[in-house]
Structure formats: C-alpha cells, structure tokens
C-alpha cells in the first residue's frame, strides 16, 4: 500500500484529532454528569448488579465484533464484497450470542443467586445483537477518517441514553434505571452510525476471499476475550467473597478513575491506528507520526494522572457523593494503574496497525495470567488490598511489555522514553503544591478544594508545557493549518 503523501495525511490526523478532541471532551463531560446524576438516585448495590452481570455477559459479547473491525481499518485494500460478509458475520454472530446470553440467564441468576441477574442478561444478550449490527457502520467510517460522524454519533447515544435512564431513575426504578440507559445508548448509536456510513450490504458471503482477515481477525477476538476475562476476573471474586454492594463500591472506583483517560486515550487511537495503518509499509514515516502521536498522549495523560493520585478523595467526594466514602480508599488504591494505562498507545499504537495481532495476543495473554493470579491470591485480603495488588502488577508489567510490543516494528525504546520524560518532570513540579496542602491540611469543602488543586496543578503543568517540543509542533500545526484555510 503506497502511503498518502505526508502532507495530506498530516492535515487529516490534525484535523481528525481536533475533532475527536472536542467530542471526547464533550462526552467525559456529559458522562461525568450522568454519572453523577445517577449515582445520587441509585444504590451502588445496583450499580454492583449491573457490574457483576456484564462481567459475564460481556466476555460473550466481545464475540460479536470477531475483530472484524480491525480487519476492516488496517486492511490495504478491502472490497465491497468483504465489507458485506463482515457485516453479515457480524449480525449472525450477534444474534446467535444475544440468543445464548438469554439461554445462559437462569445459570447467571443461579451463580448470583439474584434472579435480576437473569433479566439483565437478557436485556444485555439483546444488546450484544444491536452493537454487533453496529461494527462496520463504525469501522467503516473509521477507516474513511470521518471522525466528526463518529463523535455525533457516541455522543448523542450517550445524551439520549443517560437522559432515559435519569428519567426513569426518577420515577423510583433502580437496577432498571441502568438497564434502559444501556439499551438506549447502544440503540441510538446503532442508528445514528447507519445513517452516516450510507453501507447497504449486499446478500453476499465470500468467506474464502476474506480468510487472511479472518485469520488476523480472530487472533484480534482472542486477545480481547483473554483481556475482558482477565479484567473482570476481579469483579467476578469481589462479588463471590464480599458481596454487590462492595463490588458497587470498587466498580465505580474503576469506571471513574479510568473515565477521563479513555477519554484521551480511546479517541488519540481511534485516529492513530488507521494512520499508522497506512503507513505500515513506510517505516520510517510510521516511526515519525508515532512518535509525535506518543508524545501528544503523554503530555495530555501522565499530568492527568499524577493529578488524580493527589485527588482521589476530592474526586470521590464530588463525583460521587457522601455515600460513596467507602469508594475512597479503593479509589486511591486504584489509581497507581493509571500511570502503567498512560503508556497503553506504545503497545497498541505498535502491533495492531502492523497488524501484528498474534503478537499482541501473546502480550495479553502474559498479562493476563499474572493478574488473575494476584486478584485469587488477595481477594481473601480485602478489596483494598485487591487495588493494590492490581495496580502493583500493572506498573511492573509495563517495562517488559512495551520492550516486547516494539521488537519487530520501526519503534526504538528511547522513542518511548523521549515522549515520556518531559511530562513526568513537568507533573512532579506540577504537584508540589498539591503535596504541600496535604501535608498542611485544610477546611475547605471537596469542592473547593478539588478547584483550587485543579487551578494550581493544571495551571502550573500548562504554562511550563507550552516549550515542550510536542506542544510547539502542535502549535505549529495548528497555526499553519488555519492560515492555509
């Protein structure tokens, strides 16, 4: 595949990360506050049933894409005839694993012993079929670098979804509050996504002209499988050993600490790996956009997390509520991770658009089997104990990875270490306001002090960040691209 000349793939990764900047930004807002909204009409008892639930049922539903999606995004060259035997894979995988969740519901109860169990999974086994549908709607325009339909589509499913379940929340449901608001999420985006693709699948089936995707396709569904079972091995012992309302409490320590990360993180991939993909031929243009790609990351991620280990309490506190105090010590616990899910991009950014995917199956499969061991051998200790063991083992685990992630691909080490030095030093000096107020104490209110922190820490990281070579290349960019329009 002959790569696009550098300019104008340059001007489209500018513009397709403006874009999905702004979206993102848009949807952890609008999260937050559904979050929020919900977290102060239902009991984290609920939120622990939906969690338990899906811990199961969504290990069956990672099936639904077959890694059809990728296949779809890194592939050189893709035909119509291919694109509709994705989709109708895609539907008849749905359908049949939506029907087996259904069937899986009485066991799912009796595992629980909670037959509401049994109802979600029915609610999210006809979900499993409806995001099935929706794979190569989104895939496809991925691959055409139409972010701005992407981000209409994730945040007005997200508004319509969160608004219905608030609405219902309302009116005195719980658990069921949290059902409707996943099943109109994935159905408003369903629709959406259709409408913008404009692809009308063909009655075709070409499995044979489609079998060297299949093969990547399925190491790619593997490696997600392992990856769901190994990260929700902990939910799955939390709510055998201590019970719904504890995994509620952990849960949504989870979901909150990682939300405002996949926020950056998931949108810098969205755009960085159907880039690289075209690319994957031109070495060392692949090696330059993603070292600038890593570099951006890093200055965005590693100060938000350095800020969050600071915060934790003033977080939980805001977010969530006072009745969610038991969430803080687990949340604090948690967020040392964050620091080893920064560095995330240099093994995806890496292997999957080199479509190296049975390498990435081996990463994961290492890593997986090193943290179900740690959750079985500390869930007897306690679920804080069990957020220290995770994030732990997910710093170590880190070094070794990337080392093996890089190894056949154009990336060199200190390209990894270049991006990351400059915003490490620039969070340490960054906080050392915030480790002086926690060593003097105050009387503010959480809200108070989370904004005065906030105001402090990001003003601090952003004025000295502004000579940092990423963002002056941004800068640059920007500035170059808004002249020539």
């Given amino acids: 595949m002959t790569p696009p000349p550098k300019k104008q793939l340059s001007n489209q990764t500018l513009k397709g990360s403006v874009v999905v900047a702004g979206t993102q930004m848009t949807s952890a807002i609008l999260g937050l506050a559904i979050t929020a909204a919900l977290a102060r009409m239902v009991r984290p008892e609920d939120f622990g049933l939906i969690a338990k639930t899906a811990a199961i049922t969504g290990v069956v539903g990672l099936f639904g894409d077959f890694g059809l999606s990728l296949a779809t995004i890194q592939s050189k060259e893709i035909s119509s005839k291919e694109l509709s035997t994705f989709f109708w894979l895609n539907v008849g995988i749905g359908l049949a694993l939506g029907l087996l969740t259904a069937c899986l519901s009485p066991l799912i109860s009796l595992f629980y012993d909670d037959p509401r169990a049994g109802i979600a999974s029915i609610v999210m086994g006809f979900n499993i079929l409806i995001a099935a549908y929706c794979v190569q709607h989104n895939a496809i325009l991925t691959r055409r670098l139409a972010f701005g339909q992407i981000g209409i589509a994730n945040v007005g499913a997200l508004v319509i979804g969160g608004l219905a379940a608030i609405a219902f929340a309302s009116a005195g449901f719980q658990f069921e509050a949290l059902l409707l608001q996943l099943t109109v999420t994935v159905i408003a985006k369903a629709f959406i996504l259709s409408v913008y693709s404009k692809f009308v699948p063909t009655l075709t089936l070409e499995i044979r002209e489609s079998v060297p995707n299949l093969k990547m396709s399925g190491s790619f569904t593997a490696s997600n499988t392992v990856n769901y079972a190994a990260r929700n091995a902990d939910n799955i012992l939390i709510a055998r050993v ?71 309490e003033e977080i939980v506190l805001c977010m969530l509520g006072s009745q969610w105090t038991e969430s803080i010590p687990i949340f604090n616990a948690l967020a040392p991770c964050l620091l080893a899910s920064a560095t995330a991009p240099a093994t995806s950014w890496t292997v999957l658009p080199m479509g190296q995917t049975g390498r990435y199956f081996k990463i994961v499969f290492a890593n997986s089997v090193v943290m179900v061991t740690g959750f079985a051998l500390s869930v007897s200790s306690g679920v804080v104990a069990m957020a220290w063991t995770f994030s732990v083992l997910a710093c170590l685990l880190r070094i070794p990875t990337i080392l093996f992630a890089i190894k056949p691909t ?76």
């Fill in 242 to 312: 201590w019970g719904e309302e504890v995994l509620g409490y952990y849960a949504k320590s989870y979901s909150l600490l990682l939300l405002p990360l996949t926020k950056i993180n998931g949108p810098l991939t969205q755009v960085v790996i159907p880039v690289l993909s075209k690319l994957q031929d031109s070495p060392a243009q692949f090696r330059s956009f993603f070292r600038k790609g890593y570099a951006i990351a890093m200055l965005l991620q590693i100060p938000l997390c350095v800020f969050i280990v600071f915060t934790g």
């Fill in 410 to 485: 154009p990336v060199q080490i200190r390209d990894i270490i270049d991006g990351m030095k400059m915003p490490i030093l620039l969070s340490a000096f960054a906080s050392l306001p915030l480790g002086w107020l926690a060593y003097r104490g105050t009387t503010w209110s959480p809200l108070t002090s989370l904004m005065i922190q906030a105001a402090l820490f990001f003003g601090i990281y952003g004025f000295l960040s502004q000579w940092t070579e990423p963002w002056i290349d941004l800068k640059h960019r920007i500035t170059t691209k808004l002249k020539s329009a």
